[in-house]
C-alpha cells in the first residue's frame, strides 16, 4: 500500500488527507510542529478576544482522524532526504529524531510572517501574527501593554488592531501607503476602510515608516519613524504580510523561488513529490491569477487537486473566479474575480457607497461588451456561486445590477441599498441604460 505524508497540517494539507482518503485506501499520514490538529488560521483573532476557544477552531472531532485512518503526528521535520523518500522528524516533547518514508509526499508547509531587518525586531514585546505561537505570544506580550504600535496595513495588521482595542489598549497603526490596503483596494474604499479603523479609536498614520524599535531593558520601550518622530510603546505588531515558508528546503534539490516552484498539477520538479497552500509558486499562473496566492480557498482548491492527481487521474489546477474574503473591524468584505487597485486600460468600474459610508459595492467592467470582470462588495454579503456566474458567463453591469436581487444572501437586508444602487448607476451612466440590454426590464422589475 501506498505510504503518502503531508507536511503541514493547515487548509490545505488536510484537504489533501480528506481528499485522498475518501479515494483510496493508501496509508496517510499528516505532519505538523503548530498543532496537534487542524484548526481554522482565520479564527485565531477570535480566540485572542475571547469569543471562541481554541476547541472551537478545530473544524473536525478529535476521533475523525482515527475514523479516517489519518495518522497525525505532531513533530518537526527537520531534513529531507529527497533521492531515498525519507524525512528526519522530531516528536514533540522529545529530541529524538527519527526518521519516515513516504511514496508521495505533499508539501503544504504555509506561510512566515515578514520582517525587514529592523533594528530591535528581535526585543521582547515584537512579533507577528501567523500560527498559534504567535497568539500564545501575544497573550503573553500585550499583558498589561497600554499602547502598541503595527507595522503594515494588510489584512493581519487590521485583525490584529481589532485584538488589541478589544482590551482597550491605544493602537497607533504605521501604513507606508497614502491610503490604507491601497495596493488592494481602489482609492474610495481605501478612504472608506482609514474612516473606519480611526472610528474604531486606533491612531492610523499614512504615509509613515517605521526607521527602529527602541529598547527599554530586554524589551521593546518605543519606536523611531523615518520622518524622526519618536513613539512610546510596549509592544510591536510586525503585520508587513507574509512569505513562504521555504527556508528549510535552501540546501536541498528541491527548486524554490519566492516559493516551492509547481507546475500547473502542483508538482515540484522532485519525482512523486507535491506542493500546495500559501508555499507554492506556479510557474505558469492560471490566467489572470498570480504566482503566490495565500489564502485559505485556493488552498483548499489546491487540496483537492492533489488528491485528484494521486488517486485517479492526473489534474490541473483550476482555481476559477478569483475570490476572497475577510472582515476590517464591523465591515465585512468579499471580492471576486479582478478588482485590481488601478483600473485597466480597456475597462470601467462604478462605486456606490452608502451615504453612512460602511457599505458599498464596486464593479468592474470592459468597455467594450460591458461584461463583469470583478465585484468588490462591504458591509453586505453577496452569493459566491451567483457572483462566479456572473463573471464566468460575462454577464453585463446591467445585467448584474438588475439582478442584484439574486445575489443577496439577506434579500431584507438588502432591499434597503439595491434601489440606491441602481439610481446612482443610471445618475452617473445615463447614455449607458440606453447601450445596455435588458435595462426595460430591469427598470420594470426594480421600480414597476
Ligand atoms: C491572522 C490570519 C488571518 C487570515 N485571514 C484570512 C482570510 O480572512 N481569508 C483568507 O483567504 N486567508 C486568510 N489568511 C490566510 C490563510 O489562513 C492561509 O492562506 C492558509 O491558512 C494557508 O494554509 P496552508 O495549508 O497553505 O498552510 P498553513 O495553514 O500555514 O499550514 C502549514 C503548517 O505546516 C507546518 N510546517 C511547516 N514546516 C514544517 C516542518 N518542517 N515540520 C513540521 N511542520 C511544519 C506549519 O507549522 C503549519 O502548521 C489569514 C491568515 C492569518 C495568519
Given amino acids: 500500500m501506498k505510504h503518502v505524508v503531508i507536511l503541514g497540517n493547515g487548509i490545505s494539507g488536510i484537504t489533501a488527507a ?49 475514523k ?8 518537526w521535520v527537520q531534513a529531507f532526504d529527497f533521492a531515498n523518500k525519507t524525512l528526519t522528524l522530531t516528536e514533540q516533547g522529545t529530541d529524538v529524531p527519527g526518521t519516515l518514508t513516504y511514496d508521495i509526499l505533499i508539501l503544504g508547509v504555509g506561510s512566515v510572517s515578514n520582517r525587514f531587518g529592523w533594528p530591535g525586531q528581535d526585543l521582547e514585546g515584537v512579533q507577528g501574527l501567523y500560527n498559534y505561537q504567535d497568539l500564545e505570544a501575544m497573550e503573553a506580550n500585550s499583558e498589561g ?10 489584512l493581519i495588521g487590521i485583525e490584529m488592531a481589532e485584538m488589541l482595542r478589544t482590551r482597550d489598549i491605544a493602537v497607533t497603526m504605521l501604513v507606508r501607503e497614502k491610503e490604507f490596503w491601497d495596493a488592494v483596494l481602489q482609492v474610495e474604499e481605501a478612504k472608506m476602510i482609514g474612516r473606519h479603523i480611526r472610528e474604531h ?26 520622518n524622526g518622530e519618536k513613539l512610546d510603546c510596549q509592544f510591536v505588531g510586525l503585520t508587513v504580510g ?5 527556508e528549510q528546503f535552501r540546501d536541498t534539490e528541491l527548486e524554490t523561488e519566492k516559493g516551492i516552484l509547481v507546475n500547473r498539477f502542483l508538482e515540484t520538479n522532485l519525482p512523486d513529490v507535491y506542493a500546495i497552500g500559501d508555499c507554492v509558486q506556479h510557474r505558469e499562473p492560471p490566467e489572470g491569477r498570480k504566482p ?16 485528484r492527481s494521486i488517486c485517479q487521474a492526473k489534474t490541473q489546477y483550476q482555481p476559477g473566479v478569483f475570490f476572497n474574503s475577510a472582515k476590517f473591524f464591523d465591515i465585512e468584505y468579499q471580492t471576486y474575480g479582478q478588482v485590481p487597485a488601478q483600473v485597466p486600460a480597456g475597462f470601467q468600474t462604478f462605486y456606490w457607497e452608502h451615504a453612512e459610508g460602511r457599505i458599498a459595492l464596486r464593479i468592474n467592467y470592459r468597455s467594450g461588451n460591458e461584461a463583469v470582470t470583478g465585484i468588490n462588495a462591504f458591509g453586505m454579503r453577496l452569493r459566491h456561486e451567483v457572483c462566479e456566474k456572473w463573471i464566468k458567463g460575462k454577464k453585463s453591469v446591467g445585467y448584474m445590477l438588475s439582478h442584484l436581487r439574486d445575489a443577496h444572501f439577506d434579500p431584507e437586508f438588502f432591499k434597503r441599498h439595491e434601489k440606491a444602487i441602481v439610481r446612482a448607476f443610471n445618475k452617473t451612466h445615463h447614455d449607458h441604460t440606453i447601450r445596455l440590454g435588458g435595462r426595460p426590464a ?4 426594480v421600480f414597476g
Fill in 442 to 445: 430591469f427598470w420594470e422589475k
Fill in 201 to 226: 479609536g486606533v491612531d492610523l498614520r499614512l504615509v509613515t515608516e517605521l526607521e527602529e524599535i527602541t529598547a527599554q531593558g530586554e524589551r521593546v520601550g518605543g519606536v523611531v519613524m523615518k
Fill in 145 to 154: 501593554v497600554e499602547r502598541a504600535v503595527i507595522v503594515g496595513g494588510g
Fill in 68 to 75: 479516517n485512518r489519518i495518522e497525525l503526528r505532531h513533530a
Fill in 242 to 246: 507574509v512569505s513562504p515558508n521555504i
Fill in 292 to 307: 503566490v496566492e495565500q489564502i485559505w480557498y485556493t488552498g483548499r482548491i489546491m487540496g483537492e487537486t492533489v488528491a
Fill in 18 to 66: 480528506r481528499y485522498i482518503r475518501k479515494y483510496s485506501d493508501y496509508r496517510i499520514t499528516v505532519i505538523s510542529a503548530e498543532t496537534e490538529h487542524f484548526f481554522s488560521r482565520t479564527a485565531l483573532m477570535y480566540i485572542y478576544m475571547g469569543h471562541m476557544k481554541y476547541e472551537h477552531t478545530k473544524p473536525y472531532e478529535d476521533y475523525f482522524w482515527e
